[in-house]
């Protein structure tokens, strides 16, 4: 069974994220320009991103994963468990989170509290996508955003359902009739 579909409607191709990586990557690049930053992608759903928008930057970098999750199925728990730290020490180093996507930002809030506490230069959110309207936490605001989306759930570009899906080459939503 072909998993293609599964998706009731694609929302962003593959060379549309391309591109939209390329014009992130330069505002990056920019904003990072001799500060070397550690990007730092949260496992597993950032990897396809971190991957397509690191190898549109030019500048000096270096990698770095972490993992927290708190999703089960379709509904986020709201319990952010920590199981991977980064391995590079964090002080005075301008950290940029890479993230796959936002919803109610308890993930994130979790995060950046425990990254803050390593004491960064500085501590920003690159996503690939945002789902704003689904937001419980008034403490997360990405500065870099590659798509919002709307309150549907989306998988593809390393996002999953149930540890599928994340190798889809594009953000599609998944039909009901997968997850009902
Ligand atoms: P938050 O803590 O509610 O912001 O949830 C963030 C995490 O939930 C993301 O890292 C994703 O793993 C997952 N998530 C949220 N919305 C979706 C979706 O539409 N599709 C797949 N995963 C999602
Ligand atoms: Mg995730």
Do not use: W
Not at 37 to 58: D, E, N, Q, R, Y
Not at 130 to 154: C, H, L, Q, S, T
């Amino acid at each position: 069974m072909d998993i293609n579909n599964h998706i009731k409607k694609v929302l962003f191709t593959e060379p549309e994220i391309n591109e939209r990586c390329i014009e992130l990557a330069s505002e990056l690049d920019k904003e990072y320009e001799d500060k070397k930053p550690i990007m730092l992608s949260l496992l597993k759903g950032s990897v396809p991103f971190a991957t397509m928008l690191t190898k549109h930057m030019k500048i000096s970098l270096e990698f770095d994963y972490m993992k927290a999750s708190s999703y089960h199925g379709t509904i986020s728990s709201g319990n952010v468990a920590v199981t991977l730290m980064p391995s590079l020490k964090l002080e005075n180093r301008h950290v940029v989170i890479i993230e796959d996507i936002i919803d109610t930002g308890t993930t994130l809030s979790t995060v950046t509290k425990i990254l803050q506490d390593l004491h960064p230069a500085s501590l920003e959110i690159v996503t690939l996508l945002d789902k704003p309207a689904m937001r419980k936490v008034n403490d997360i605001k990405p500065k870099y955003v590659g798509f919002i989306v709307p309150n549907e759930f989306v998988v593809g570009f390393g996002l999953d359902f149930n540890e599928d899906y994340r190798h889809l080459p594009y953000v599609g939503v998944l039909k009901e009739e997968m997850y009902k």
